[in-house]
């Protein structure tokens, strides 16, 4: 019996949700744990590719309209992209006030229409493509490379996937080696490398979905996911070296990869409190930055400053996942006519 839901996954989701939130909370921080929590971002894309095959990759094939994955891309990726749009013009103003910083409304404003449609608009000489939330980077590369799925996956068989993701990973590798880390594609200056870098993974995400529909993972060992898990969890503390591009793209291009299959391949249980937080990763992802910029910018580096900036944003995404969230979507699906037992239920997994 084919599952409807890759548990493990949903778990790995979550690890990887939290990494980013500890990569960004300790940012500035003496300590500076999580190094490495910008690959978890690489994770994501992996996942996406692996679960939007899952999801649609038939319905493309058979029934499915372009204009319908659009809406159901939209119906899932809307609500969260306007509440952290609103959520991150509000704090980019009440920091810059608060902090004797001249804000131009006017300027944000357009910022904030632009971010909404996720197109990159820098404001106010930010370094950030998306300075109001500046993860809104990874879900503009998303966007369009969910388009480029909806285009082309019918017509690309596993070779021709095979040789995407591994052009795509040989120019990320490239510019991973000529900056020293995989960390790119967030800023006004780079922005151009967020689609060539999502690319790569998100293919080979729909090939490990190819691989594992025909059985070839049936091999690999069960491990419990938590295994897996608090690996990822050690290879992203692991400090900055002169080895460090070379640790990027091996985590990138092997172990990612692997992980994800072993977690695929797993059908038992998997721990409920990572369920959760993968419950709760879209909306800690696409709001934690704009918490964390802000208590890093107006409270002083203490003990208790840095217990806040985790455990506030993973508050607001347990409020935002729990009433936010289904309602929006829901409204949404009602508005655009998208029946959720075909096109919605499918809870993508996504960064």
């Not at 994501?44 to 094939?61: E, Q, R």
């Not at 980019?92 to 006017?106: A, K, N, S």
């Not at 050690?234 to 080895?243: D, E, I, N, R």
């Not at 934690?288 to 806040?308: D, K």
Request: hydrophobic fraction near 55%.
């Amino acid at each position: 019996m084919t599952p409807t839901r890759f548990t493990a996954l949903d778990g790995m989701r979550g690890i990887c949700a939290i990494i980013v939130l500890l990569y960004h909370a300790f940012y500035f921080s003496p300590l500076r744990f999580f190094y490495h929590g910008y690959l978890s971002v690489d994770v994501f894309f992996i996942l996406s590719g692996f679960v939007l095959m899952f999801a649609f990759g038939d319905k493309l094939a058979t029934r499915m309209t372009f204009a319908e994955f659009v809406g159901a891309r939209f119906r899932r990726l809307g609500p969260m992209v306007i509440f952290g749009t609103l959520f991150g013009a509000t704090g980019f103003v009440l920091t810059g006030w608060y902090c004797g910083i001249h804000i131009d409304l006017d300027a944000v404003a357009v910022t904030a229409i632009a971010t909404l449609f996720l197109i990159p608009h820098a404001v106010n000489g930010a370094a950030e493509a998306f300075p109001i939330n500046g993860v809104m980077w990874s879900l503009f590369a998303e966007f369009w490379v969910n388009v480029g799925f909806a285009l082309l996956i019918t017509r690309l068989k596993r070779f021709e996937l095979l040789a995407i993701t591994l052009a795509g990973w040989a120019i990320v590798a490239i510019h991973t080696i000529a900056t020293g880390w995989s960390n790119f594609g967030w800023t006004d200056g780079d922005i151009v490398w967020a689609i060539p870098r999502a690319i790569p993974s998100f293919a080979c995400g729909v090939l490990l979905f190819k691989f594992w529909k025909v059985g070839a993972f049936s091999k690999l060992p069960s491990i419990n996911p938590l295994v897996a898990f608090a690996g990822w969890l050690a290879l992203s503390c692991m400090p900055f070296t002169h080895w460090n591009a070379i640790f990027d793209i091996v985590q990138i291009m092997i172990v990612a990869p692997f992980l994800i299959a072993i977690l695929a391949r797993y059908e038992g249980e998997t721990p409920a409190w990572t369920l959760w937080l993968g419950k709760i990763s879209y909306p800690l992802y696409a709001t934690h930055a704009v918490i964390t910029y802000a208590g890093q910018r107006i409270f002083p580096e203490t003990a208790g400053t840095l217990i806040s900036l985790i455990v506030l944003p993973l508050a607001v995404a347990a409020v935002l996942a729990r009433w936010y969230e289904p309602a929006a979507m829901a409204w949404l699906g009602r508005k655009m006519q998208i029946n959720s037992l075909d096109y919605g239920a499918d809870k993508p997994v996504l960064p």
